[in-house]
């Protein structure tokens, strides 16, 4: 049984190739639990490295024992280091029990002091990507870390997350934009939000920034974009969070083509672990297109009629373009807004043949506030139902399931039209 899900399948006497040998390693982050003070300074001696410039350290005092009570109550990383001085016999049952509190994506580098090949096998088998050897050097520690990021064979590290409106104005930016604050906040990891509506988006006064640069200027650059120029165009907005603006004006107009987008989202799932796609309310090749190559699509509406029509004709088109993943996951917002007749959350999920994440309450004086103040929801009011909100869709769309809201709302009678959507 492995282990972790993540496994190198290297063998000890290879070598890290060209590639992983000389590009930068990503915006990752890394945990090192060390039990003795010269390797916490051998690990922190290896942040001089020019390669891991991008790369955010954190190291405890601790071994195996001491990550698992970690990550008891505390999200895991993208990497772990974790030293142990425990008899070979002994150190598989111990990543055993920390394998039980990781993330499946979560790399783990185990830095021991025992030779021995057998261990090593059995190591790598269970699924642990490299066991080093103390001691060892600090180039050692990045060949290792690069060969997992940016090696021959390694997988893109970012998820891809796309939110799509089933109706202008159903609020599919600002969902966006506070589920991806929530989870740079809470999961302590580089998140780049990247605003697709290059006329009219809206992020960059969300967040109270006026960058100079943004996606306008990726796509302008397709034939000569690389990871560096890439890097110049995002801005930074607050701990953990990262723009690629839209323009927001009308100077010009935007006739994108269907591959537009492709090169840059390829390069940011090479540096970004969490990427946030905010699309407008519009549908075209270049959307179908980028569309069919993410990780997850969420369906953003309002319980209404119109659009409970347009997230139906969504989520059809989208289960087509991604035949090998799951449906579309539906958020509803705007939940309870007064006098107005609902459809139930239930009865809109099932019409769709989509799983209902979450429900956001209306509440006009919490988003304008925040809306106008250029802040989050959770900053303005970090203990709102609608932050609670966010924060589920957030752990959902990440990979860290919360049980769903069962809040009940008004409902409205339509069970004619919703059986001929069902037969649709």
């Known amino acids: 049984m492995n282990v ?14 060209h590639l992983s040998g000389t590009r930068m390693i990503p915006r990752v982050t890394v945990q090192a639990f060390c039990e003795n003070s010269q ?31 970690t990550y008891r109550s505390n999200p895991t990383p993208n990497l772990i280091l974790v030293e142990t001085s425990l008899s070979p016999e002994n150190i598989p049952a ?21 030779n021995d090949v ?12 490299e066991y080093i050897v103390l001691p060892t050097d600090a180039n050692t520690i990045v060949f290792a870390i690069a060969e997992l990021f940016v090696g021959e064979d390694a997988a893109p590290v970012g998820r891809v997350m796309g939110f ?19 989870a740079a906040q809470t999961l302590r990891q580089e998140v780049l939000i990247v605003d697709m509506d290059l006329p009219f988006g809206t992020v960059g006064l969300n967040f109270n920034q006026d960058p100079p640069n943004g996606i306008a200027d990726a796509i302008d650059a397709q034939e000569n974009l690389d990871a560096v120029m890439l890097d110049r165009l995002i801005s930074k907005a607050a701990n953990n969070i990262n723009l690629l603006a839209a323009p927001g004006t009308l100077e010009k107009p935007y006739d994108l083509a269907q591959g537009d987008f492709e090169k840059t989202i390829e390069l940011l799932q090479s540096t970004i672990p969490l990427i946030f796609l905010d699309f407008p309310h519009v549908w075209n090749g270049w959307v179908r297109k980028t569309m069919s190559v993410l ?10 009629l119109a659009n409970l029509r347009n997230a139906k004709g969504l989520a059809d088109s989208i289960r087509a373009l991604r035949p090998t993943e799951g449906s579309p996951l539906l958020v509803l917002n705007k939940v309870g807004l007064p006098k107005r007749p609902e459809i139930s959350p239930a009865e809109f999920a099932s019409a769709i043949d989509c799983e209902l ?41 990440t990979g860290r399931e919360i049980p ?15 059986k001929k959507l069902k037969k649709a």
């Open 4 to 17: 972790f899900n993540s496994k190198s399948g290297k063998t000890g006497s290879e070598k890290p190739g």
């Open 39 to 69: 390797t916490a300074q051998l690990i922190e001696s290896a942040m001089n490295d020019r390669r891991m410039s991008k790369v955010a350290l954190t190291t405890h005092n601790g071994s195996i024992q001491g990550a698992v009570e």
């Open 94 to 114: 111990a990543l055993e029990e920390l394998a039980e509190f990781c993330d499946p994506n979560t790399h783990v580098i185990v830095l021991g002091h025992v």
């Open 118 to 129: 057998l261990l090593y096998r059995e190591l790598i088998r269970s699924g642990v990507d």
């Open 164 to 182: 799509v409106p089933a109706k202008g104005g159903s609020g599919s930016s600002t969902t966006a934009h506070n589920s991806a604050w929530i």
């Open 295 to 304: 990780d997850e699509v969420v369906i953003v509406a309002e319980p209404d």
């Open 357 to 397: 994440i979450e429900q956001i309450p209306f509440d006009a004086a919490l988003f304008g506030t925040a809306a106008n103040n250029g802040q989050m929801i959770a900053e303005v009011s970090a203990n709102s139902k609608a932050n609670e909100a966010f924060g589920t869709i957030s752990a959902k769309i």
């Open 404 to 418: 769903q809201a069962t809040q009940k709302m008004g409902k409205l009678d339509l069970s004619g039209l919703l």
